[in-house]
């Protein structure tokens, strides 16, 4: 009996001290751990976690249903993740916008896995999770910046690209109606011969902001090289798509650019293309292009379709 008493005391003692390592472990580390059980009720959150989510004590937390910190766009993907963890127990990280406890939107980052009873058997999921926004927001400013000409602030040829994709997958999809304009300052080189490249430089500004003044919010312009730039009209055909290249063309013959105490005047070509069933982006630049040509053949200052 004494034996037994002992063992078991040993026993109770190597818990305690098992219990001990665990919590210094967790309240000393830089993330937050939140244990749900498998329903997804919070049943443990560490000290770092009310940092988190803005909360002045565990008890705001524990109790809860995880999913509610979760921003509603997000839950889909966190309760694939929460059912891939409890069925194979491990499932790499995951990355989606949580909520605290005042209802402000953050980037999350956690790692999961499945933890067992003393039987074998699932009894919930324990989760290691950090703030990303930081590294969200560092993200986000890279990908501008190599998506976005620098000189005019509109995006580039990659970007455009990747958007006029896009949108002609979505318009072939619901047989929508679309129209790509292409556009060149006529004698630009004289520009920058006679007055400068910064002279040059103000013109592309100038204009750019001048096309981004003109388009609709669905609409999405960019520098496409050079003096050369591209304007996508979604939900146009192209007698709508050519009011508006016409409005651009007309605003910029009427504009008197100054720099640097010169005076100077600049007009524009236009080619437009309107979607065809079978066409690819590829294809309806292309086609932009060749109405480009005609207008510069015909003598400039004009839109072509």
Avoid at 213 to 231: I, Q, Y
Wanted: charged letters at 30%; one cysteine or more.
């Amino acid at each position: 009996m004494q034996r037994e008493s002992a063992e078991r005391r040993g026993a109770e003692d190597r818990l305690r001290d098992s219990e001990r390592r665990f919590r210094t472990l967790v309240e000393t580390s830089p993330d937050g751990v939140i244990m749900t059980d498998r329903d997804g009720i919070i049943r443990y959150v560490s000290l770092q976690v009310l940092g988190l989510f803005g909360c002045s004590t565990q008890g705001e937390l524990i109790g809860r249903k995880a999913m509610d910190f979760v921003v509603p766009e997000y839950r889909d993907g966190v309760l694939r993740y929460f059912v891939a963890l409890l069925r194979d127990g491990q499932s790499g990280a995951h990355e989606f916008m949580a909520l605290r406890r005042a209802g402000v939107p953050f980037w999350m980052e956690t790692n999961g896995e499945r933890m067992l009873d003393d039987a074998g058997n699932v009894s919930g999921v324990f989760f290691i999770s950090r703030d990303i926004s930081r590294r969200k927001q560092l993200e986000s400013e890279l990908d501008n910046m190599a998506h976005t000409d620098s000189l005019t602030g509109l995006p580039n040829r990659r970007r455009f690209l990747d958007q006029l994709h896009t949108e002609t997958l979505r318009c072939q999809r619901y047989g929508h109606p679309m129209a790509v304009m292409e556009l060149d300052l006529d004698h630009f080189k004289a520009v920058n011969d006679q007055y400068g490249h910064a002279a040059g430089d103000a013109t592309l500004q100038l204009f750019a902001n001048l096309i981004r003044d003109r388009l609709r919010h669905s609409d999405f312009a960019c520098r496409f090289g050079g003096e050369e730039f591209m304007v996508a009209v979604p939900e146009a055909r192209a007698a709508e798509a050519r009011m508006v290249a016409e409005r651009i063309r007309r605003d910029l013959e009427a504009t008197a650019i100054e720099h640097d105490g010169a005076v100077f005047r600049i007009t524009v070509s236009i080619g437009l293309a309107e979607r065809e069933a079978e066409d690819t982006p590829e294809s309806l630049i292309r086609r932009a292009d060749e109405a480009l040509y005609r207008a510069k053949q015909r003598g400039r200052n004009r839109v072509e379709i």
